[in-house]
Each structure stands twice: as C-alpha cells, then as structure tokens.
C-alpha cells in the first residue's frame, strides 16, 4: 500500500520536496518489519522548518535522525497497518498543487537521494531476488586470483540444529582481502564463527593453503592455522594495561618475546596508544579500545585475520585508523583479511573481493569498488 502525502501547505515557504522527504524518513519505524503509512492530514502539519533528512542508512538510522521532539505530529501520521512494502512516494516533487504521479524512482536501505523508503522486508526480498543468480565458483576463483589460500567449500553451517549457511563458498588469495556485506542477519556473523569454529557444521569444508581446517577447535585456530577472529568489542581486559592487553595476543601464540617486539612497532606507530601504553584499558574511549583491539592483530601475527564490523559505532577519525590499521595489517604484513562490515562503502572501498550474503547464501561477488559500483548494491545497500 502507498499512501500519499500531497503536503500543499507547507509548500508555501519550502520546496514539497524536501518536505516530503522528511515525512518518508519519519515513517520508517524502528522496529522495522512491519509497515507505516502516512496520513494526508497530518502531513499539512509539518513545519516547513523542521525539514531535516540526512543521508544516513537503513530503518535505524533514519529513524535515529528523525526528529523525535514532535511526538504527537508522529503518532498521528504513523499508522501501524500490517503492510508488506513501504512506498512513501515523494509527492508533488515539482509542484505542490499538482501532485505527480510519476516521480516513482526507487532509492533505499536508508539514505542518498530517497525517493521511495523500502522496508528492511522489502530490501531482503529484492536481495533474496538477485540471489537466485548467484556467482558460479569459477566466478569466486577469479576473484581470488585463481589462487585461492583459505577456500570454503559449501559450507552448511548454523546453531543447534538450525541451518544458517547453506552451500555456501568462498576463496581469498594470500594477502588479499574479502569483504562481507548483506541485510541484519544474513548471516555474515555466521561466516565467521564457522571459520573460527563457533557454530555446528554439517557439512562442507574450510581450508588453509590446502591443509583442511573445518574442525579444529575455537582454542586451535590460532595456534594451529594461524587463524585471529577480532571479537566486536568485549575483548579487551579493562584492569589489565594496554601494553598487557597488546601482549595477551602473542601470550595466546606462546612467544613472548615477539609479541613484545611486535607491541613496540604498535607503539611506535599509534602515539594514541603508546601515550596510553601503562594505563589500565578500561580509561580508553570506544575508539581508542577498538585501535587497541584491532592492533592486537599485529601482535598475534595470524595468517588469516577475521574482523567483525571494525567501524561499528565509532566517529569517522578512528574509523579511519581502523582502516589504516587493517591497510597495515594487509599491505605491509601481508596477512590475508576476511571482514564483515556494515559501513558497506567502507568496507568495500577497502577490500579486494566484496560478497553480499543475503540469506546464508552469496547474492553477488566481485571487486570491492566494482560492487560499490552496482546499482543493486547502491540502491540496496547503500542508498544510492
Ligand atoms: N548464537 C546464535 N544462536 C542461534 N542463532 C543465532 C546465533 N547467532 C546468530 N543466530 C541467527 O543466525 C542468523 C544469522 O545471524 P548473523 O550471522 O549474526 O547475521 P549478520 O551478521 O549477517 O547480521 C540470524 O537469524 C540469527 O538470529
Ligand atoms: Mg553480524
């Protein structure tokens, strides 16, 4: 159902445009799956002034910025009609007495240039659509340089007895790096606790360099094939200093004295934790804790590093040095990089190889910057 808003009122002082589009950011409810639709009425009483869309992503963030002061004006407009597809059409785009009916241009997953705010629903099934197609293996194998160093092989994989992962297969060259990207619970996450050892496999089969690695224990990983799985935040131990934090990673591997020498190229490199170097972890901001997590990586020195969603909720300025760190980790140390990230513009500026799971399954695969590229990815993912 779409309903529209024709929003002659306010026309008087700003462009419909832009007032429309404030009314599609607000419809979109924070607990997405369901559905929202706007009230002719209630649209007129938007102010003008209020106008304030920011180009942000899917359901939440859209709805973060959504001015919340004006309960009332949203209660009113926001119904709770259990409807499949979100259609807030942009109405009267050019002109506020005449309403178009033919300014449908679809845009979505939250920000850009929205004309049409798609339902997280919606953004799967679509996703799920292009899915169907998926790439062959003989794609996978070109995109790691048909060389591939860790290799999944249909992989069927998931929690209890539940299936997440079904046939699922990928190849990353030595040194390169793969990012994940996909819709909340695809099953990104999953890909990595398999590779760490984390979920039940049923069936399938994970190599490193050819030696099979699929049942090794989560404690084996490290030190037997070299695998680092970067845990979202909780890993760091606030009593301990940060300089013993940065150890704990070589402590892991058993060797010490190298951990020690890699810490000191750590501090050597990021003043911000060298300053730090003896206070206890636990009087470091987010983002100083996640530079400390993710430059443990150098000290554990692993062959095949797993980072889950390294930007999550950190300002720009350390989001940038987690990337310089993982840029480091890749290009100067060489080590091969497997990420999930939700800043799908970042994360597949940075890689190699980008996937978009969608439903435990690979809907597309290709070059990072060429993905960023694709109009499904942009419209799905990114909002473009
Ligand atoms: N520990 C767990 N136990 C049971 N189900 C889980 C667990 N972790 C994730 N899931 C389920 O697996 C699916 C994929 O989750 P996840 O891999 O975390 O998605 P993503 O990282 O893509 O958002 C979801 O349906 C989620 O509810
Ligand atoms: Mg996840």
Redesign the pocket.
């Known amino acids: 159902m779409a309903t529209k808003t024709t929003g002659k009122k306010a026309t008087a002082k700003k462009p419909a445009a832009t007032k429309a589009k404030t009314v599609a950011a607000k419809t979109v409810k924070p607990k997405n799956t369901s559905v929202s639709a706007v009230k002719k009425t209630a649209a007129k009483k938007v102010p003008a002034k209020k106008v304030a869309v920011k180009k942000t992503t899917a359901k939440n963030e859209a709805v973060k910025k959504a001015p919340v002061k004006k309960a009332s004006v949203k209660k009113a407009r926001v119904k709770k009609a259990p409807v499949k597809n979100v259609k807030v059409k942009k109405t009267a785009a050019k002109s506020a007495s005449k309403p178009s009916k033919t300014t449908k241009k679809i845009s979505g997953y939250g920000a850009g240039d929205v004309n049409v705010v798609m339902s997280v629903d919606q953004v799967a099934k679509e996703a799920a659509n292009i899915a169907s197609k998926g790439p062959s293996k003989s794609d996978l194998d070109k995109l790691a340089k048909n060389d591939a160093f860790f290799q999944i092989e249909d992989l069927r994989a998931?929690?209890?007895k539940?299936e997440?992962l079904h046939n699922f297969s990928m190849r990353v060259g030595q040194g390169q790096s793969l990012c994940l990207i996909?819709?909340?619970?695809?099953?990104?996450?999953?890909?990595l606790?398999s590779i760490f050892g984390f979920t039940n496999i049923f069936s399938g089969k994970i190599t490193i360099n050819g030696c099979d690695v699929t049942s090794l224990k989560p404690s084996e990983k490290l030190s037997t094939a070299g695998i680092a799985y970067i845990l979202q935040d909780k890993s760091v131990f606030p009593q301990m200093t940060v300089e013993e934090n940065l150890l704990m990673g070589g402590f892991l591997k058993g060797r010490p004295a190298e951990a020690k020498a890699a810490a000191e190229l750590v501090f050597d490199k990021y003043s911000r934790l060298a300053d730090r170097r003896n206070k206890p972890a636990g009087v470091l901001s987010g983002g100083e804790r996640r530079l400390l997590e993710i430059s443990r990586a150098l000290v554990m020195n692993p062959e095949v590093l797993l980072v889950?969603e390294p930007s999550i909720g950190l300002e720009p300025r350390f989001i940038d040095m987690v990337f310089e760190i993982l840029y480091d980790l890749q290009k100067t140390d060489g080590k091969t990089i497997i990420m999930?990230e939700q800043n799908a513009k970042k994360g597949l500026d940075f890689a190699d190889i980008g996937y978009v799971?969608v439903s435990?399954e690979t809907a597309l695969a290709d070059n990072g910057r060429k993905l960023l590229q694709n109009p499904d990815v942009g419209r799905l993912f990114l909002g473009g």
């Open positions: 998931g929690y209890g539940m997440i996909g819709p909340n619970g695809a099953g990104k996450s999953t890909v606790h889950d999930v799971l435990g």
